[in-house]
Every structure is written in C-alpha cells, then in structure tokens.
C-alpha cells in the first residue's frame, strides 16, 4: 500500500476534512473513534484523492494517524485498522500538555479549522 504523507496534503485541505467531520459528514465510521476520511488531492476532488484515517472526538480531538491513495489501494486490511484502533484510542487519551509538547516538537502537526 502507498502510503502518503499528510504533506501531500495542504493546511486548507486538512482543515475542510476536519469542519466536515464536525458536522458528521464523515466518509466511514471504523468504530473505536476511528473514522476514514476522504481528501482532495491537490488540483483534483475527493473521489479519486486521498483517504485518510482520522482518530475523532466531536468538538474535542482530531488526529490524523495515517492516509493512503485511494489509486494505490481501495482499502486497509483487518489488521491494520485493528493497529489504527489501537493508535486512535493512544492519542485521543493523551493529556493536553504531552499533545502540545508533540507539536512543540514538530512530532505532530496541528490542524487548526473553523
């Protein structure tokens, strides 16, 4: 599987992702705060983009944790999205500060929208 990194993706991209997921336009619900997430790619529309696997608490905490193209593979197996759950349920339970001290390290990024 291809993967991508959020890099191919654009700040303005990633913001309309996460505005759409709080108003439940959500592409796939994986259970275990785990959403699939489709996003543009660059210059193109969603449906032949990016999918993005999104941990997600509604007007709480949104942490990208991995993306694909949907041109390199329709989908994630079992075991993946059993590992997704798992890294979902990690970040969405760090505290405030060990998330702020991760973007201040450039170990996550944070996606302002609204």
Do not use: W
């Amino acid at each position: 599987m291809h993967r991508i990194g959020l890099s191919h993706t654009n700040q303005k991209t990633r913001s309309l992702a996460i505005a759409d997921m709080q108003k439940r336009l959500i592409h796939a619900e994986l259970g275990g705060c785990l959403h699939k997430q489709r996003v543009a790619r660059p210059g193109k529309g969603k449906r032949g983009g990016h999918r993005t696997l999104v941990a997600f608490k509604k007007d709480e905490r949104s942490i990208f944790v991995f993306g694909f193209s949907k041109n390199d593979c329709e989908n994630i197996d079992a075991e993946e999205e059993k590992y997704f759950k798992r890294v979902a349920q990690y970040y969405l339970n760090l505290s405030n500060e060990l998330l702020n001290e991760l973007v201040s390290q450039k170990e996550l990024l944070e996606v302002k929208y609204g």
